[in-house]
């Protein structure tokens, strides 16, 4: 069954450990990100964005196959299916839909706005028990060809934002989505830092944790962060065992153009990669 990430994301931030959100794209993607937290005993996010979302036909047939597979599967471990960077149109149609956790991206609102729909949303998911994440300081990356700079979020606004009642904050601390480019100037622990004293025991999230050095995510982990956000380094590990299947002309061996085979060495790749990350973050064991 979902639960929200409440619960997990508590006791990471007092075990001083992260939960890796893993998005997910597909049926490959969910299944073995599935398996490898059940295999590693660890508690895992699903993340799905808007735009997979429509990819994979709805929020409802998201919510359908996950639980199908909690099922079929036997996960036990904790499991919490979230919206990632969700509009507030989209938050509401995914409480919906049965998601168990939402994050509302207010952080392109003027602070006053962000602050108002945040409100309404909380009490929506408090009523219902879905855990939210808000964003203070946009996260950068590349957005329509353009690549923004991470930039650092306002500790005030971070508070006013936690205060209202949000299960888990978002705080740009210099981070961006996507791989990070060659001048990148690393994450901001002193922003961290003033953020995670402004804000006390709310768990806070590093979005775009793909390519950030290993030591840089266990300092942040150290200073507050407890939920950690992975998508590019899984698509760019199934990328490449699939380039390398198809390169070798294994689809043109036997069955070989088998879809369940061809997508195999892919969906291996992600789970080497989400065991690679869950042991990074310290989470394994942790269900």
């Not at 196959?65 to 919206?83: K, Q, Y």
């Not at 942040?220 to 065992?241: D, H, M, P, R």
């Not at 369940?260 to 065991?275: C, D, F, N, S, Y």
Request: charged letters at 20%.
């Amino acid at each position: 069954m979902l639960v929200s990430a409440k619960e997990m994301l508590t006791k990471a931030k007092a075990g001083k450990y992260a939960v890796g959100q893993f998005n997910i794209n597909n049926l490959e993607w969910t299944k073995s990100i599935l398996l490898t937290a059940q295999e590693l005993n660890s508690p895992v996010i699903l993340g799905v964005s808007e735009g997979a979302g429509k990819y994979m036909c709805g929020y409802k047939t998201i919510v359908g196959m996950v639980n199908g597979m909690l099922e079929e599967l036997n996960i036990t471990v904790p499991v919490a299916l979230h919206l990632d960077h969700g509009s507030y149109d989209g938050a509401l149609a995914c409480i919906e839909a049965g998601f168990s956790s939402v994050m509302f991206d207010g952080s392109h609102y003027p602070i006053d706005e962000n602050v108002a729909k945040t409100t309404e949303l909380v009490k929506i998911c408090e009523e219902k028990g879905i855990s939210i994440e808000a964003e203070v300081g946009s996260i950068g990356g590349e957005e329509d060809g353009v690549v923004g700079a991470g930039e650092c979020a306002d500790p005030d606004e971070c508070k006013m934002i936690a205060d209202l009642g949000v299960t888990m904050l978002a705080a740009g601390i210099g981070n961006i989505h996507g791989k990070y480019p060659e001048n990148w100037a690393g994450l901001s622990f002193e922003t961290l830092d003033a953020v995670q004293q402004k804000t006390g025991d709310m768990p806070l999230v590093l979005h775009g944790g793909t390519g950030i050095p290993a030591e840089m995510i266990q300092k942040a982990i150290s200073l507050g962060v407890s939920k950690i956000n992975v998508n590019t380094e899984c698509q760019l590990a199934f990328q490449e065992a699939t380039r390398k299947y198809i390169e070798a002309g294994k689809d043109l061996e036997g069955k070989g153009f088998d879809p369940r085979k061809l997508l195999a060495p892919g969906a291996e790749a992600i789970k080497a990669t989400v065991k690679e990350k869950m042991e990074l973050f310290g989470s394994v064991g942790k269900a």
